[in-house]
């Protein structure tokens, strides 16, 4: 029997916000532990949680951006349960009237595009962290995160293999990072992921029993973990045992998941209204204000990009990864329109510089004024596409004007006829074989001699003249 697999992701995406979601807190990472506490988010008696509206906002623009259905009025709910890092005994959550209802997200699967329905997504705060590590006697527990804004988006379960998961988690966080929503550091935490994974025989429509793989925070861990996952289940049926839904976690150093708890059920939680919060009522002008500051999403940029600028999908695609490189792509390009040219030296020359730095397009020491000036000497023809290209590095580093550098290493390109038809007598003098070869009838030796004359001039010769002059010369 073949199975395919069914796969329904929730995200815990950071919202940017300064403060925490009900006290005024600090939401900085990397401080020293529980330095950013206070009562409320301690959870100590007769505190009272005050809503942060500028998470609320963020949650909006997020539901906005996903074209989900805004619940005019929503309701924060308390899930209580206990561990160490929740000294309230709950958590404040949204339940059964969370902030946005069904939406979607658009992505591109391997070129295929696919549309992957979105439940919910709600707010709630985030736990504090155990410290099991470096600590003197027995364990520690840091609240400096608790409190912390989050927004928990659920997907239908829509997804059926680790591409689509994939997919999916990246352009989600694009598009987060692109609202300004969440900063997306999957490494400080701020995007972590939880697929639910069952599999079902080919053609049946009810779910199968399905596991809940918790905390993920990187792609490659999440594409592991799902493939581990399908095959785990696969081989257990296929032995005649059954699954047993449980929550698992993946052992990064294993490389397979592992039992952390069976699965608990919503009744578990005694989730009830939380009686310190009224209900938030969603403006209608606010919204519509809110609606007003979405900036061009990256799926419309790509394909815009395409539509208006010619360029091939591969392209558009890179450069619309971020807000930051398509901004400098289009200030290029408005000064410089010609956007194949542009793109080349951005994904090439100018990716290859950020990326090693771990920089984004707006840290970029050379500005597009700059690089604009670099394409205009090479298209005037004061340098050479490879003097140009090899310049690129150190014109990076030093944000030097290109002009200037050029001429201070002395590799203005060489186009002068005079001078350019010296050097050509000279290395036909020293070549007589090939040039009897050449006028025998064998064409090919003249990309030697046009080497050779390239060498003679330092690299610096205009290798359309260069050809041009040989031809001449030699038939003559
Ligand atoms: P829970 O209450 O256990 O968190 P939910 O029903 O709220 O479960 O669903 C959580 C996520 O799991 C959603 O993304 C949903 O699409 C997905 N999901 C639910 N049932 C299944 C299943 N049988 N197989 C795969 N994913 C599922
Ligand atoms: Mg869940
Ligand atoms: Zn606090």
Redesign the pocket.
């Given at each position: 029997m073949t199975y395919e697999a069914v796969i329904g992701v929730e995200v815990h995406a950071q919202l940017q916000t300064q403060t925490?979601l009900f006290?005024a807190?600090s939401t900085s990472f990397g401080l020293p532990a529980n330095t950013q506490?206070?009562p409320?988010?301690l959870g100590l008696p007769g505190s009272l949680p005050v809503l942060n509206q500028r998470a609320v906002e963020l949650a909006i623009r997020a539901g906005l951006a996903l074209q989900c259905e805004l619940a005019p009025s929503n309701q924060f709910s308390r899930k209580n349960y206990f561990y160490p890092d929740l000294p309230k005994g709950y958590q404040i959550s949204q339940y059964d009237l969370p902030i946005c209802g069904l939406g979607w997200l658009d992505v591109s699967v391997n070129g295929s595009a696919k549309r992957v329905r979105i439940r919910r997504a709600h707010l709630e705060e985030d736990a504090g962290k155990n410290l099991h590590e470096d600590q003197k006697d027995g364990s520690g527990v840091d609240l400096n995160r608790a409190?912390t804004p989050l927004l928990e988006i659920v997907t239908e379960p829509d997804l059926h293999s680790s591409d689509e998961v994939d997919a999916y988690l990246k352009a989600l966080r694009e598009l987060l990072v692109y609202l300004g929503v969440c900063d997306g550091n999957m490494e400080q935490g701020s995007f972590r992921c939880e697929p639910n994974v069952s599999i079902r025989p080919i053609g049946e429509t009810r779910l199968g029993t399905k596991v809940e793989l918790k905390n993920i925070n990187s792609f490659r861990y999440a594409r592991e973990a799902v493939e581990f996952e399908i095959r785990r289940q696969q081989e257990i049926v296929e032995e005649g045992g059954t699954l047993r839904q449980e929550t698992r976690l993946w052992d990064v150093h294993k490389g397979q998941t592992a039992v952390m708890r069976s699965k608990e059920e919503a009744h578990d939680y005694r989730y009830f209204p939380d009686p310190d919060l009224l209900p938030v009522q969603l403006d209608d002008a606010w919204i519509k204000d809110l609606s007003g500051t979405i900036p061009e999403l990256p799926g419309a940029k790509l394909d815009r990009f395409v539509r208006e600028f010619g360029l091939p999908e591969y392209d558009a695609k890179i450069l619309t990864e971020s807000k930051e490189l398509a901004d400098y792509f289009e200030a290029c390009v408005q000064a410089f329109p010609q956007p194949k040219t542009v793109s080349n030296w951005v994904m090439g020359e100018l990716l290859r510089e950020l990326n090693q730095q771990g920089l984004g397009a707006d840290a970029s020491p050379i500005s597009p004024e700059r690089l604009v000036e670099l394409l205009r000497l090479v298209e005037d023809g004061t340098v050479s596409l490879k003097v140009a290209r090899d310049l690129f590095p150190e014109l990076y580093a030093s944000g030097e004007e290109p002009a200037q550098l050029v001429k201070r290493k002395g590799l203005v390109q060489l186009s002068d006829d005079a001078q350019l038809g010296d050097i050509v007598e000279t290395v036909l003098a020293k070549h007589p074989a090939q040039v009897e070869q050449y006028r025998g009838g064998k064409e090919t030796v003249l990309g030697y001699l046009v080497g050779q004359v390239m060498k003679a001039s330092g690299g610096k010769a205009n290798p359309g003249k260069v050809n041009a002059l040989l031809k001449s010369k030699l038939s003559a």
């Open positions: 925490k006290c807190c506490v206070c409320t988010c409190g």
